[in-house]
């Protein structure tokens, strides 16, 4: 899988990006709207990463990515496409995490955007989903940016989300 945009590389995580994902998962303001709200330890980070490497493993194609500048190879965040189930239906999100320091650079919508024609075209999804929680008006506007419509809001592991949608059009299968 070779995923890139103009600005933004996307790679596999490997061991050493472990202390970029910590740190990410240690910010409060990154973790705000990320499941419960709650930062994780180092050893909660370590759990994550061992996640993201399982999903690697179960599907190559899919999971979360290490978001790379080109320009200077910086970390910036993580992205991807991931399963989900909403409300007993399987559904392929698409997620994003912009490190604080980088928010309102276009990053997420980026990220977003390249992600969206991955899921249609080289995995063949007629139908992308983006999770967001009710109050992150940021990731709202990303959504709503690459052409996402919210569907509906549902209860997903305890968090009410909004369930926002991008359907390929019929023209385009």
């Not at 991931?82 to 919508?109: K, L, N, R, S």
């Not at 075209?121 to 919210?150: F, P």
Request: glycine share 10%; hydrophobic share 40%.
């Amino acid at each position: 899988m070779n995923i890139q945009s103009e600005r933004l590389q996307f790679r596999f995580y490997t061991d050493e990006d472990f202390n970029f994902l910590a740190s990410m998962t240690a910010d409060p303001k990154m973790m705000r709207f990320i499941g419960d709200g709650k930062t994780r330890n180092r050893e909660g980070a370590l759990r994550f990463l061992y996640w993201i490497y399982r999903g690697y493993e179960e599907n190559p194609e899919l999971g979360l990515r290490l978001l790379v500048r080109k320009s200077d190879g910086k970390r910036l965040g993580h992205a991807g496409i991931v399963p989900q189930i909403v409300e007993g239906v399987e559904e392929t999100e698409i997620g994003y995490w912009i490190f604080p320091d980088f928010w309102g650079q276009g990053y997420a919508t980026e990220a977003a955007k390249a992600l969206a024609e991955y899921g249609f075209t080289t995995l063949r999804k007629h139908r992308l989903v983006s999770l967001i929680q009710r109050g992150n008006e940021a990731s709202r506007k990303v959504a709503e940016k690459i052409g996402m419509e919210l569907e509906k809001e549902s209860w997903i592991s305890g968090q009410l989300v909004c369930v926002y949608v991008l359907e390929k059009k019929k023209e385009e299968m």
